[in-house]
């Protein structure tokens, strides 16, 4: 065994093999060649991950892995933590990217010889996409560095054979941030992409906070483009600079260091800047940045970090380039920064304050907005802010809401407003404020404290209808209401498992992927939960997705609930989301509706269920059912038909009644509807 290997747990064994985790243990009794422990802890031991296949291997029990699951496994159970895995997976699907004889010339040999040669042909890969920028975010790894990750690096080029490069880096990628979620703050991608739409078509486009690169990725391209990226993370910049190299043939510049205390890019005048910097941040670098020259617009207080990056991203743009920041609605208020907004609206810096859905990115809890500000050319004549709030297009608080919605909404005021720098008002929505109505004692800019309520056409009608549709849901929903039944002794079964008819072709079984066409909705595990249509996104790539069917069967797989889903026609055509376990069963052998129904048991999901310290997840492959004739499925199909009906019906009518009531809150209270 090779020292300093990959190791993996025996929950990694589990998915390796495609069984439970209590199979495992019982290999570890029964069989006495089963591999030691190398690592870990007495409860919880991590075993030679190369040792462990090779078993398998022997045992039979290896052939049905996928690849992605194993190069998954080498990438969590890097002997230097995944961060590095990636970079060095990174670097090598570079090469085999630009330059695809190479790779097949190097990896012919042994491990040793692979890591040996590999450095001078990736550093002459890298240097000519990312230059010699001063602390420049990917340098090449040295020999020794890449010896424990030859295995890695093979699998991720046999995937690539799969997928194509930039693919399996993304699938690497979101592995290992749907792994760590709480370790990176991300900018979702529907958000991304209307910041990108805001800024323009630009060539030289700069992110001082990039991340893990969603902004600079969102760029529309362009063959002479030059993107340049910076982050205090050295490992979240140079996964941004191998992503936007697999992505695109852009010149890429990608630097680490603090972009306030030490910009890399100090002579850069893009034509746009896109920006989501950390929020309330109090150690900045106010003491040492009193007197940088940035601050065109005032010094920001201590309390006020994102007004410093909204000067940085000022400082940083040519004479009529455009801004896009992402912002803490607390920035459009607070008494500390009134004097810097009063500037910016002076001098007409700040073009628009866009409210967002609450859940549109992290922290979810609170509505963000983004400030959409241009480097002055010249002064405007009557200068006009753009106001517009879009949280009435949420649907809940965790970013279940339409984005092409968002984006429609959106892009239809601000279009019109950035050509002519006014815009006809559109109530509850969008609304052309002139600059000296904001400039009073507060400069309180917040959108929803100056757009008027939205003109209810009819007010009192419409809470009328509300009203009748809300009673005929619930005569509806009586009339679904299962009815009584005698109680009869409890029925005993033959029992099937899920993994057991899919082995047998009674049905198929399919995960949620993680790319998916532009025009493509996607159905997510909360769309599922909710009974709501797709309203999801997935970045493009080369995967092709997994589309929907009617009569398929969608079972979340994070969380714990007892869900499962028979999609219809309107879903029908949507692409499956992440967390997303797909069945499609054999018409001629099992009925939707009796799966969903069986599978959407309480004992049946708890003793499907695995339990970790921040979340419940379902192996749907030991979900159970019974083995019954098709004609007896079907009568139970009808009965879990009539009681999704009913689930359906209690939703709308949920709906209507808080539709009803914040109605009649509002009506009264705006006097549109009178107390009699």
Sequence with gaps: MQENGTEVTAAGI??????GRAAVSNWRRRHADFPKPVGGTET????????????LRRQ????????????GQHLSGHPEGPVTALVHAGCVLLLIHDRPTVWLELSAGSDERLAELLPVALDQVITPRFGLIRKRAVNT????????????????????????ARQTYEFLLGRHLDANPRQYTLTPGGLAALMAELAGPARTVLDPACGTGALLRAVAPRPDQELYGQDTAPELAALTALRLALHTKATIRSAVDDSLRADAYETLRADAVLCHPPFNERNWGHDELAYDARWEYGFPARTESELAWVQHAL????DGGTAVVLMPPAAASRRSGRRIRADLLRRGALRAVIALPAGAAPPHNIPLHLWVLRRPDKSPAQPELLLADTAALSADGRGGFDWQAVHTAVLDAWRPF?????????????????????????????PARHLPPPTGAGGAEQLATVRERLGETLRLTADLAPAAVDLEGRARWPLTTVGELARGGALLLRTGGTSAPARVPVLTDQDVLAGTTPSGTLPEGEEEPVLVEAGDVVVPVLGGGSVARVVDEKTAGAALGRNLTLLRPDRTALDPWFLAGFLRGTANNRQASSYASTATRLDVRRLQLPRLPLDQQR??????????????ALRLAGRLGEQLVRGMYDGLTDGTVAPG
């Design 14 to 19: 589990a998915r390796l093999a495609g069984v």
């Design 44 to 55: 919880s031991p991590s075993f030679a991950l190369a040792d462990v296949e090779e078993w």
């Design 60 to 71: 039979g029990k290896l052939a049905e892995v996928p690849l992605r699951e194993r190069v």
């Design 141 to 164: 790894p040295s020999a020794a560095e890449l010896l424990p990750s030859a295995p890695l690096l093979r699998g991720a080029a046999e995937l690539a054979a799969e997928l194509g």
């Design 315 to 318: 400082a940083r743009l040519r």
């Design 418 to 446: 950035e050509r002519a720098g006014t815009a006809t008002e559109n109530p509850g929505l969008s609304r052309s404020v002139a600059v000296i109505e904001l400039l009073d004692d507060d400069v309180d800019l917040a």
């Design 635 to 648: 009568r139970y199909g009808d009965r879990f038909r009539a009681l999704a009906e009913f689930e359906e």
